[in-house]
């Protein structure tokens, strides 16, 4: 490639570089802000972002070989850690705030960092983005949970920001070194 | 022939030293809490409580075809589980017969064969040696690979297509391993017919003596207070849990099913509902069923059931372990493995056993139920890990080790009554009769140096009072 030639961008995006930079902007800075968020223990706001037709969705992967790769993450229709609709994620929401949540209290510490984010496609006020997530979570005076892995969102432009309809977790661990997940992603 | 199969080594534990351990009595209900702690207390038990039981494998349709293997531990053995060309399952040990490297690192695929990644040795899918590089040149043809075959389990057999495998050769067959209560526990899974087992087994770590795991599964005292955030947020109906009305049935060796139980008046009522009319039932939305139905759990059990569980079995609603730990959960719907990772920490695995009879819809709804009860992100088990972690760690603090679990509640308080089919039961309210005789048992496994002997000092399954 010469250094002249225009960089290929993918016609799923704004063709326009400074369209799609404040697109990447605008994107960034919600999932910061969403990432915020969790981490102020504000999860009545962050259900505020959570679009009434979410799949909130995290398979079960496996170590396989390469010949198996097939077989890393669980189907769709088979178990996963978590398969939530709205209405799941307000219970979740719901326990978490109550005092008697035994895994939340004393409440963990957690830092969400979101990196990487690479926006997949924009349609009609609808984007998809993969981004790599870093969840660390302190709790009580020693235990640490780490869970670094990858997010494909699908975002809602609404008025005044987006909404959320689609978040699949796909964690970089196999058998999950940790003993619940009593955190959001 | 594979000769090198089921060996005993010489530092197996039967050494004078390993006999020193002190295995404490648990007829007062008190539990010391070395057996948390005692890092001789957890060699002995790989020895002889997991190297010599039944442990479960995995189910048949998660290997459905020749080449699909799993792999899963025997205490801390880890075994490929694999069906062979000839279709026959088999369980052998995960470690080259050469230097001992695994041969297989995934969880579960298809193969051909298993190829050592540091030296090329290579088995069929039955275990046998097919191959090493080499072997004229540099071995001079002096191997004979008829002898350094993979090690096979002593035994494997699986009862309704759930595997199971030992290591020990004198241990008796899986049917009688298991017993009437073991049995009743595994059918308890099996009363719509077959079943399948879903794709994906949640994993996950929790700091705990595996036992405290394990107890927990008989434990319908801490519901109330360990589960509140669940039920105050509408996940958990404490009501269904029956704290005043549960059945407990202990069999030999330590299974043991204890929780909720259908009473003789209801189970009358539900006798005389044919299958169709019990599906009807079922199908009712929950206001109008609750108004019609002889029990609030749903579903009811098929008329064939009664057969296959017994007259009490039938009865009983609540929660089986077969010995060691493996446990009947969400009304037969899962399986949870608790596998012991040192003294200090415990594997937990969840298998999904699903009717193959459910339509998508049914399928869907238990699938959700499932997902959000169990698991690390399950609502109930979300706040478990955390009180077993703690009560593991107070048993190394030196003073607080003194001080033994106190699991006393209704001893010597309850009646075990006799079935005309010979089935036994307590019926009472919340109870810690089937924890204590989990320990009970465990104690006899553990003082027992061989099958012979513990076939001649176990406990029979109590009857009067206890």
């Given at each position: 490639m010469s250094l002249t030639a225009q960089p290929q961008h993918d016609a799923r995006l704004p063709a326009d570089l400074a369209e799609r930079m404040a697109l990447q902007y605008e994107v960034e800075q919600f999932l910061y802000d969403e990432a915020a968020l969790l981490d102020d223990r504000r999860f009545g706001d962050w259900l505020g972002l959570i679009a009434d037709d979410i799949h909130y969705w995290m398979p079960i992967r496996r170590t396989v070989t390469v010949e198996n790769l097939h077989l890393e993450y669980a189907k769709a229709d088979g178990m996963a850690y978590f398969d939530d609709d709205r209405a799941d994620l307000r219970m979740r929401v719901e326990k978490l705030q109550a005092n008697s949540a035994w895994s939340e209290n004393p409440p963990s510490r957690t830092r969400h960092l979101?990196?990487?984010?690479?926006?997949?496609?924009v349609k009609d006020g609808e984007i998809a983005l993969e981004a790599a997530i870093h969840v660390y979570r302190s709790r009580l005076n020693d235990k640490i949970d780490q869970w670094i892995g990858k997010r494909r969102d699908r975002l809602r432009r609404v008025e005044g920001g987006f909404r959320i309809f689609e978040r699949h977790i796909f964690l970089d661990q196999t058998v999950v070194l940790s003993p619940n997940f009593s955190s959001l992603f | 022939m594979l000769d090198h199969g089921n060996r005993t080594g010489p530092n197996d534990g039967a050494s004078a030293h390993e006999d020193e351990v002190p295995i404490p009595d648990f007829s007062d209900g008190l539990v010391d809490r070395s057996i948390y702690s005692d890092p001789r207390i957890y060699r002995r038990e790989l020895q002889r409580i997991f190297a010599r039981a039944w442990n479960f494998m995995c189910h048949e349709s998660q290997i459905p075809n020749p080449g699909d293997y799993f792999t899963t531990y025997i205490g801390e053995d880890q075994v490929i589980v694999v069906r062979g060309e000839d279709g026959l399952v088999r369980v052998l040990l995960n470690t080259c017969r050469h230097r001992g490297n695994a041969l297989c690192?995934?969880?579960?695929?298809?193969?051909?064969?298993?190829v050592c990644s540091y030296h090329g040795w290579t088995y069929g899918l039955d275990g046998a040696l097919i191959g090493i590089p080499g072997k004229k040149d540099f071995y001079r043809d002096d191997v004979d690979l008829g002898k350094w075959g993979l090690v096979p389990a002593a035994q494997v057999d699986h009862y309704g297509g759930f595997y199971f495998a030992t290591l020990d050769p004198g241990a008796p067959s899986l049917f009688d391993y298991l017993g009437d209560v073991g049995r009743v526990g595994i059918e308890s899974m099996l009363t719509q017919g077959e079943v399948v087992v879903l794709d994906g087994v949640q994993k996950n770590v929790i700091d705990c003596n595996w036992k405290i795991a394990v107890d927990n599964l008989f434990d319908w005292y801490h519901v109330k207070v360990s589960h509140s955030s669940a039920s105050r947020v509408g996940f958990l109906n404490q009501r269904m849990m029956m704290p005043m009305s549960q059945m407990v049935m202990l069999g030999e060796l330590g299974h043991a099913i204890g929780g909720p139980m259908i009473s003789q008046e209801q189970q009358a009522k539900i006798d005389l509902l044919s299958d169709e009319e019990r599906r009807t039932l079922d199908g009712l939305p929950d206001a109008e069923r609750a108004a019609r139905?002889?029990?609030?759990?749903?579903?009811?059990?098929?008329?064939?059931?009664?057969?296959?569980m017994g007259p009490v079995g039938v009865r009983s609603t609540g929660h089986p372990n077969i010995f060691p730990n493996l446990w009947i959960s969400t009304r037969g719907m899962q399986l949870s493995l608790r596998l012991p990772r040192g003294i200090g920490q415990t594997e937990v695995w969840w298998f999904t056993v699903m009717p193959k009879s459910f339509t998508a819809e049914q399928r869907r709804v238990?699938?959700?139920?499932?997902?959000?009860?169990?698991?690390?992100?399950?609502?109930?088990e979300q706040d478990d890990?955390?009180?077993?972690?703690?009560?593991?760690?107070?048993?190394?603090?030196?003073?607080?080790?003194?001080?033994?679990?106190?699991?006393?509640?209704?001893?010597?308080?309850?009646?075990?009554l006799v079935d005309p089919s010979g089935q036994k039961r307590v019926e009472t309210r919340v109870n810690e009769h089937a924890q204590r005789w989990t320990y009970k048992c465990w104690g006899e496994w553990m003082r027992a140096r061989d099958w012979q002997e513990l076939l001649a000092t176990r406990s029979v399954s109590p009857v009067g009072r206890i």
């Open positions: 979101v990196s990487n984010v690479r926006l997949l496609e | 690192r995934a969880e579960l695929g298809h193969t051909k064969t298993f139905a002889p029990v609030e759990r749903r579903p009811l059990r098929p008329v064939a059931a009664k057969a296959a238990a699938r959700k139920f499932i997902t959000h009860s169990f698991g690390p992100a399950g609502l109930l890990g955390e009180n077993w972690s703690q009560s593991t760690l107070s048993s190394r603090g030196v003073a607080s080790r003194r001080y033994p679990h106190n699991m006393r509640m209704a001893l010597g308080q309850d009646e075990v």
